[in-house]
């Protein structure tokens, strides 16, 4: 239980990758906080098999794009569990158009999801986290290299989450306080099913030959907000069955 005592937030955890790395949090012996936007009723699923670790979570409702949302999170979060300690900023969101076809709106929501929310909710962590403090941003392979048309807007975004990741682990090391990046590949979720439209492209290109799974992932974030990591800093993780190797 080497997080026993200690509060996550884990944004997006409704489901999928962020739905695995609560319940693996709980089981380390964290309190966990997880928001959603719509499926409600999956994420009270999944904070009550983190309370069934004997740990205490709450499913929340925040809009990642709205920054009013995001802004009073943090806040939320210190008066229902009294402390953070490690914040996942998960929730996002993925598009798929030309450069022609992308919309302002488009670039707007991605920009307001996929950055901006995680920019208001880590500035607003850090003003309350401690020493010893982790956060922990769940970006993408392709914040790295982008073997795929059409996807502009999402690789923008995870490209920013990497500088941010870096920078804020300058910012942050004085109070040692760990800033780092997961990078996942192909992960087989409701977002990009092993058996979809980008599996006869992606599979093929890991070196692993296969998609990943979302406990895969939580491991690595376990391992990022343990003890263990507390010499890792503005690092920025890949995750990706080999793709970028």
């Not at 950055?115 to 208001?120: A, I, K, L, M, T």
């Not at 073997?147 to 990741?165: D, E, H």
């Amino acid at each position: 239980m080497s997080l026993q005592g200690k509060t996550a937030l884990v944004t997006g955890g409704g489901r999928g990758i962020g739905a695995s790395i609560a319940r693996r949090l709980a089981a380390d012996g964290a309190n966990v906080a997880i928001t959603y936007s719509r499926s409600g009723e999956a994420a009270e699923t999944v904070a009550a098999a983190c309370r069934e670790q004997g740990v205490e979570a709450e499913a929340m409702q925040v809009d990642s794009g709205n920054a009013n949302d995001a802004a009073g999170l943090v806040d939320k979060v210190v008066e229902r569990f009294g402390r953070l300690d490690i914040l996942v900023n998960n929730a996002g969101v993925f598009s798929s158009a030309s450069l022609e076809e992308t919309s302002d709106e488009d670039f707007d929501r991605a920009m307001n999801v996929n950055v901006r929310g995680v920019f208001v909710v880590s500035r607003s962590a850090a003003r309350v986290m401690g020493e010893g403090s982790r956060i922990i941003n769940i970006g993408s392979v392709f914040g790295e290299s982008m073997p795929l048309a059409n996807l502009g807007l999402y690789t923008m975004s995870k490209f920013a989450v990497a500088g941010l990741t870096r920078a804020w682990a300058r910012d942050l090391g004085p109070r040692g306080i760990t800033v780092n990046c997961v990078q996942p590949g192909p992960i087989d979720t409701d977002m990009n099913p092993a058996q979809g439209p980008f599996a006869d492209f992606m599979t093929p290109r890991t070196a692993l030959g296969r998609y990943g799974k979302p406990d895969e992932i939580a491991e690595l974030v376990a391992f990022l907000a343990g003890p263990q990591s507390s010499y890792v800093t503005g690092s920025c993780i890949n995750a990706d069955g080999g793709i970028n190797a």
